[in-house]
Nanobody
């Protein structure tokens, strides 16, 4: 149906930047909201940022002013530009999309496989 493939994670020093990408592919009729979540060891998965197909965004308080989410609707791709990274940003980052596959009438949530972001102090 719908597959999400993430890229761009890695190891960076505190204060550095990384850019994550996530492309949705498959038999897609429509992609609604896309977003990024993260999960640190021993913690619950949390929303980092989300963006609607109209471009409205929302951010976790902990990343406001440092992270920017954007998307290319023509490519069904969402990006997360991360700046001024902190060690507490270390986590596995997951892409999420609310999408309607061809032949279906309602949307469901799809997840990427996750990409590791490690910020060293």
């Amino acid at each position: 149906q719908v597959q999400l493939v993430e890229s761009g994670g890695g190891l960076v020093q505190a204060g550095g930047s990384l850019r994550l990408s996530c492309a949705a592919s498959g038999s897609i009729f429509k992609v609604n909201t896309m977003g990024w979540y993260r999960q640190a060891p021993g913690k619950q998965r949390e929303l980092v940022a989300g963006i609607t197909n109209g471009g409205n965004t929302n951010y976790a308080d902990s990343v406001k002013g440092r992270f920017t989410i954007s998307r290319d609707n023509a490519k069904n791709t969402v990006y997360l530009q991360m700046r001024s990274l902190k060690p507490e940003d270390t986590a596995v980052y997951y892409c999420n999309a609310d999408a309607i596959p061809h032949g279906y009438f309602s949307a469901r949530a799809y997840w990427g496989q996750g990409t590791q972001v490690t910020v060293s102090s």
